[in-house]
């Protein structure tokens, strides 16, 4: 896998020939006139690769500042992701997480626009859609987990799932999707029954209106203990999982951020080079717990995602697990 040096971007060359003491004097400017950055606004603050460059080599660019949300998929494993892959970038940033939740329709809009002061990088599933309006960087996060799908059921369904599971197809199986959910679209291609609502989706099972969620093995638990919570009696099928080829999860921004993409591509590359991206990613409680589903036994109906770009079909088994 070759790095795309940041040092060989125009915007990198451009930020690499401010001297040592225009960087010092302008990080002194910004930390007065924006107090948040010194660590007094209620956002967490991570001053990560601020130090100045010593005697020799060329001087450090002006620090990145890079704005995040703590909301999506796997937020804690993805946010320590983040931060991982800014550090082994090598270029200095700021790195500044807002705990405030957001529709993902109103953060998309919010990501195409620069200097937002908002989000610079958001992270989901990725679609054709996604990687034609920003850009993807593409190493998949979750190493493939998103497309392993537990189904959340009532006891109703369980039993049909153990009925219908020898049927290779789930034949007589309606599966619940959000109203123009682009997963909709992968079920139907596989032959499946699809009810798209715009209600709850576990009490669409609870009332039968749907035998069963397919949800990421990264979200089932903590969506489940929040239905049953609510008092919707559902819990993860025992007998059957679905498996999405070519479904990753990925970090997104905005096409004219350049200068964020390569930092994030070019550190991702270099943890995983180093052992520190696998750690990470064997050692998260959450990937544990979602990697520990995909060895119970569970008969697994193999789905080709037929929306898949060219690019990321061409993804390198490396960087993914085999999960079918």
């Excluded at 054709?128 to 497309?147: C, I, K, N, S, T």
């Excluded at 682009?182 to 291609?189: N, Q, S, W």
């Excluded at 009332?207 to 049953?228: M, Y």
């Excluded at 025992?238 to 964020?260: E, G, I, S, T």
Aim: glycine share 8%.
């Amino acid at each position: 896998m070759c790095l795309r040096h940041v040092q060989s971007h125009p915007t990198a060359r451009r930020a690499g020939g401010r001297s040592a003491l225009r960087l010092a004097l302008s990080l002194m400017v910004t930390l007065m006139l924006n107090p948040a950055l010194a660590g007094t606004g209620d956002d967490p603050i991570d001053l990560g690769g601020m130090a100045l460059p010593g005697g020799g080599g060329p001087p450090a660019p002006a620090p990145l500042v890079v704005h995040a949300l703590n909301q999506g998929t796997a937020s804690a494993y993805v946010l320590e992701v983040l931060k991982l892959a800014l550090a082994k970038s090598g270029q200095p940033y700021v790195l500044k997480v807002d705990d405030h939740t957001l529709p993902t329709a109103q953060v998309l809009r919010l990501l195409q626009q620069p200097d937002n002061g908002t989000v610079d990088v958001y992270w989901l599933a990725t679609t054709p859609a996604l990687e034609a309006h920003f850009q993807p960087v593409r190493v998949p996060l979750d190493r493939g987990l998103m497309g392993y799908r537990l189904l959340a059921v009532d006891e109703a369904a369980q039993a049909k799932l153990a009925e219908d599971g020898a049927s290779p197809a789930l034949a007589g199986v309606a599966f619940a999707q959000g109203e123009g959910w682009p997963e909709a679209h992968l079920l139907r291609a596989a032959g499946l029954t699809v009810r798209e609502t715009g209600a709850n989706l576990y009490a669409a099972v609870a009332t039968g209106a749907a035998d069963a969620v397919p949800r990421s093995s990264l979200d089932i638990d903590q969506e489940v203990a929040r239905a049953q919570e609510a008092g919707v009696p559902v819990t993860v099928a025992r007998d059957v999982a679905l498996f999405y080829r070519d479904f990753y999860l990925y970090f997104f921004v905005a096409k004219h951020n350049d200068r964020l993409a390569d930092m994030l591509l070019d550190g991702l590359y270099r943890a995983y080079a180093d052992g520190s991206f696998m750690a990470l990613f064997r050692n998260d409680p959450q990937i544990r717990a979602a990697m520990a589903y995909t060895k119970q036994g569970r008969r697994v109906l193999t789905l080709a995602n037929p929306d898949a770009t060219t690019p990321t079909r061409a993804i390198a088994a490396s960087l993914t697990e085999s999960l079918e």
